[in-house]
């Protein structure tokens, strides 16, 4: 949509909108004048960090029946929800598996019960594992290392065989580290960036799992807000999935030293990719979408807000 007035009485509904990346699209959503709802247990995502002009309906996605009438009148869903972090899939893959398939095969039934045009699904790049090469395309056979990738790619695979089966418009969107304000800062699976700043504000020794050079290509959640933008209205939408990664990778080792103070080094963690790095073409073909905002910006912009 290129103008607000084009955008207003079309409604769109959000899932996790109180969370790190579904409270940040619902502001987007927002300001672009769309009606938007938005669907979340609040078991991570805070109430008050959800913007005052959204629907906000206290539901569980687990739980099929509480989510049902969410999606009555709804032209767009962005399935955003999630219980994110490999760690926590490893040690509680049932309880991650409800949430993460069983969730989305809510969504999407849901969807697809009161003809939602599109459903636009956070996907993530973990989906790919080990590669023998990168950057890492979509058409690599995908080698989930843990859990959480694992029911990553199975939903994915939901929202595909749906535009398969009942025409509903889907398309996975695979993020790659994504990070920015508002991620969280708590809890024993945080991304790393986070556990960093959090180490750095608490004065103590940055933790890194391994040697650190294993590299990562993050992404600024307002990168992946405007490619989430994009994928509303794109022309395509036939199931299929895309990379929505900066096409940069940087080592931990690079960013702890960006964002400063002594380092120690523990023994690296099963489950976890040595590399991630995007091939964005098919973000820039199929969306018109270009990462803007730099690593170095983003810590940046980060250190000052946490320091």
């Not at 859990?147 to 929202?159: N, R």
């Not at 590299?215 to 939408?237: K, Y």
Request: net charge neutral; with cysteine.
């Amino acid at each position: 949509m290129s103008t607000k007035s084009q955008s207003q009485g079309r409604l769109v509904l959000v899932t996790g909108g109180a969370g790190f990346i579904g409270s940040h699209l619902v502001d987007s959503l927002v300001g672009a004048g769309l009606r938007v709802r938005t669907i979340d247990n609040f078991a991570t995502g805070r109430r008050e960090g959800v913007n005052s002009a959204a629907e906000v309906v206290e539901a569980d996605i687990r739980d099929a029946s509480s989510i049902a009438d969410a999606f009555e009148g709804v032209d767009t869903v962005f399935h955003v929800a999630a219980q994110p972090r490999i760690p926590l899939s490893i040690a509680k893959p049932v309880e991650t598996h409800m949430t993460n398939v069983v969730g989305t095969l809510n969504v999407l039934i849901a969807a697809r019960d009161h003809k939602v045009r599109r459903v636009v699904y956070s996907g993530s790049s973990s989906v790919y594992g080990e590669q023998a090469t990168i950057p890492l395309v979509e058409t690599m056979t995908p080698n989930p290392l843990n859990p959480y990738a694992l029911q990553k790619y199975v939903s994915e695979q939901y929202a595909r065989m749906f535009h398969r089966l009942f025409a509903m418009q889907t398309i996975t969107l695979r993020y790659f580290g994504v990070y920015g304000p508002r991620m969280a800062q708590e809890g024993s699976y945080v991304l790393a960036i986070a556990a960093f700043l959090k180490a750095r504000r608490e004065s103590r020794p940055l933790e890194i799992y391994g040697d650190g050079e294993q590299t990562r290509d993050f992404t600024h959640v307002s990168d992946v807000v405007s490619a989430n933008m994009l994928a509303m209205d794109c022309e395509i939408a036939d199931g299929r999935a895309i990379n929505v990664g900066r096409g940069e990778n940087v080592s931990l080792n690079r960013i702890a030293a960006m964002i400063g103070g002594p380092i120690v080094h523990h023994e690296g963690r099963a489950g976890d990719m040595r590399d991630t790095l995007a091939d964005r073409t098919q973000a820039e073909v199929v969306l018109g979408w270009r990462p803007r905002v730099s690593i170095e910006e983003g810590i940046a912009e980060l250190l000052k807000q946490s320091m």
